[in-house]
């Protein structure tokens, strides 16, 4: 069974830090992603990585980076941290299209509930 | 842009009822859908897909979807609702750019089971 791991499922910082947020899947998927999750938004991409050292912006990059050194691990870093940033982060993975090019289903970690004071 | 609109962010229900949650889709390519549940404190979980095989599709938990091209229509139903249904569910549909491999997801709606 795939499982997704975000290393915290509770954290508090304050304005101005720059926050670490760690995802590790153990299934060998391409892709990554990262989502923030606010009520009555659903879920807004920030980013996509679709392979070691790739990435992509998503809807809402602005003051968000990621990192992805290794294809299990996905970082996202809050480079100097706001009070707009605080809410539920959600990190999943992906294999590649089937050999149909049918896309494949995400699976998402428990999430990371951010705040920020 | 792909997008979807689920209809009713709150939706109740009793034991028993039928439960049906809505979602309408834009896509600017053959879409693949996606209902995804989520659990009280918990990440998203899926619940059925559709790629173009079959326009009922049937999920976990004794849920089903129809695609209806249409009406542009991919809603989520199942016969009888259980106290263990409430949850928020999320539509979703697959990205028409970057390999297909990110989705846009819905606003999500939340299901109220009543005893």
């Not at chain 1, 915290?8 to 304005?15: A, G, P």
Request: with cysteine; proline share 4%; charged share 20%.
């Amino acid at each position: 069974d795939v499982k997704v791991t975000q290393s915290s499922r509770y954290l508090v910082k304050r304005t101005g830090e720059k926050v670490f947020l760690e995802c590790v899947q153990d299934m060998d998927h391409e892709n990554m992603f990262w989502y923030r999750q606010d009520p009555g938004l659903g879920l807004r991409l920030i980013y996509f990585s679709y392979d070691v050292k790739m990435k992509e912006k998503g809807d809402i990059p602005e003051g968000y980076s990621v990192s992805r050194e290794k294809k299990e691990r996905f970082s996202l870093i809050l480079e100097s941290a706001s009070t707009n940033q605080t809410s539920m982060y959600l990190c999943a993975s992906s294999p590649s299209p089937d050999r149909g090019g049918h896309s494949q289903p995400q699976h998402f970690g428990d999430g990371t509930r951010l705040s920020i004071l | 842009a792909q997008s979807v609109t689920q209809l009713g962010s709150h939706v109740s229900v009793s034991e028993g009822a039928l439960v049906l949650l809505r979602c309408n889709y834009s896509s600017s390519v053959p879409p693949y859908l996606f209902w995804y549940v989520q659990y009280p404190n918990q990440g998203l979980q899926l619940l059925l897909k559709y790629t173009s095989a079959a326009t009922l599709v049937k999920g976990i938990n004794g849920f089903e979807a129809e695609f209806k091209k249409s009406e542009t229509s991919f809603h989520l139903t199942k016969p009888s609702a259980h106290m263990s249904d409430a949850a928020e569910y999320f539509c979703a549909v697959r990205g028409d750019s970057g390999g297909y491999q990110k989705v846009t997801f819905g606003t999500g709606t939340k299901l109220q089971v009543i005893p």
